[in-house]
């Protein structure tokens, strides 16, 4: 049982909890809780890491877990109340080729420089449930494997196909010739999200918290949609707006003769 | 200029910040930054306290700001980066009476148990934003006047009626007898949202973010309805339910003829 911080794998725990860096050089993310922990594919488990008085289910790895004391486990831990499970994860990603090539309907989120962690899992949470083909994101997006998003995603990380990109507008460029239509969601000079037609395959790109899309992306848009709003409000919070899009599609998908793939 | 943190004052923003007890006591609340001090209403605004160094603008009030010392506006906010500015504004809340009788066809969101600070904030925000007619909270919802709620409402706070109510069962009874068709939006024996016509006045209970609506609150709804989802979520983030409801609503409205009223 390892009942001392200074442990080398202690020690690397909290650097891939509180470092982007250390975590995209090591290729890991955490983990934790029971529930969270029972969701991983078991081909992506790097360790687990039980606290000394864990009564819970373990997944179906070979090997033992790591035996951790209950004091080192409060410092592992990301949460208040620690359940005695955390595991280190391999990082995966599903390339962008294989989300705009991906032969359905479903439609494709491109999220340009979105800075809340929380939303992010929020996003990947709901578009599980909306169908969505795949989220790309900028390289200047916050990190999906922040243990915060990692946790707001309640498991949807791992089946939803996702990645990061280097040049954003290169991907949306892909995506136009892959035939996908392609909309920027800003305000101005914009059609109502009601308005448009998605029952053929669409991507939409959503902006930073403040700053919206850029310029930049919105040109490059075939279309440009916003959610009709009334009275003083200017914007919406930006997982709100994702799922208000999302979930059109997947309505005007379920009404055009059923969800076609 | 005040410039110790042992003055009443400084004393009483510190408790009304961190302290629900203490906002209920006072009948105030604490609201932080230019644009959102900007956008409280004057007769509501108690007292204006400005860091030293403040060059923004300032509410049309009688009587000058308090000053305070930087090193004191740090203490009093609620902010990583504070802005200078700060008010304690008067709490003011809409009758529940005047919310389920205004005569329009807008739906009222019944919020029950709601824990999430954030959560509630953004609900208030998109509430504004999709013309919902007024939020009704169970005694045991979060507090709304929280420094972290206050801020992701953005101001819609002043804008969307809403009221904290004793007896959450007693005020779902009274919205059925306005002729308000009540829905609880619950996962099991529930109708798909999209399968319902919302264009009579309608209102929908959303429950706790764990625990959902309690039984006894569904079985006083008219109807229940689910949110139909994809992939193995469970239920979806609160604020992301509240925004696909209320927009449906809306939408409804719209194609019916125009928003009426």
Redesign the interface.
């Known amino acids: 049982m390892i009942s001392s911080t200074d442990n080398a794998k202690i020690k690397d725990i909290i650097k891939l909890k509180t470092k982007k860096r250390f975590r995209d050089e090591a290729g890991l993310f955490i983990s934790e809780g029971e529930t969270s922990v029972m969701e991983i594919p078991v081909e992506l488990i790097d360790e687990i890491f039980v606290s000394e008085d864990y009564k819970g289910s373990l997944p179906d790895i070979t090997g033992e877990p790591v035996q951790v004391s209950s004091k080192v486990f409060e410092k592992i831990s990301d949460t208040v109340t620690p359940q005695g499970i955390l595991a280190t994860v391999k990082k995966k990603e599903t390339g962008t080729e294989e989300i705009l090539t991906a032969e359905n309907n479903r439609p494709v989120l491109f999220l340009e420089r979105l800075q809340d962690p929380?939303n992010l899992g929020?996003i990947v949470?709901?578009a599980?449930?909306?169908?969505v083909a795949g989220i790309i994101m900028s390289a200047d997006t916050a990190d999906i494997y922040n243990p915060k998003t990692v946790r707001?995603t309640?498991?949807?990380l791992y089946?939803?196909p996702f990645s990061y990109c280097g040049d954003f507008i290169e991907e949306l460029e892909k995506a136009k010739k892959a035939g996908i239509k392609v909309y920027a969601t800003t305000p101005s000079d914009a059609k109502d999200l009601?308005e448009c037609d998605y029952t053929k395959k669409s991507a939409f790109i959503i902006g930073n918290e403040s700053a919206g899309v850029s310029d930049k992306a919105a040109e490059i848009a075939d279309e440009r949609v916003k959610?009709?709003?009334?009275?003083?409000?200017?914007s919406?919070?930006a997982?709100?707006a994702a799922?208000?899009i999302s979930?059109e599609v997947?309505?005007q998908r379920?009404v055009s003769g059923g969800?076609i793939n």
Chains 1, 2 share one sequence.
């Open positions: 929380g929020t949470r709901m599980e449930a909306a169908g707001a309640m498991g949807s089946r939803v009601y959610i009709p709003m009334e009275g003083k409000v200017e919406l919070n997982a709100v799922a208000l979930f997947r309505r379920t969800l």
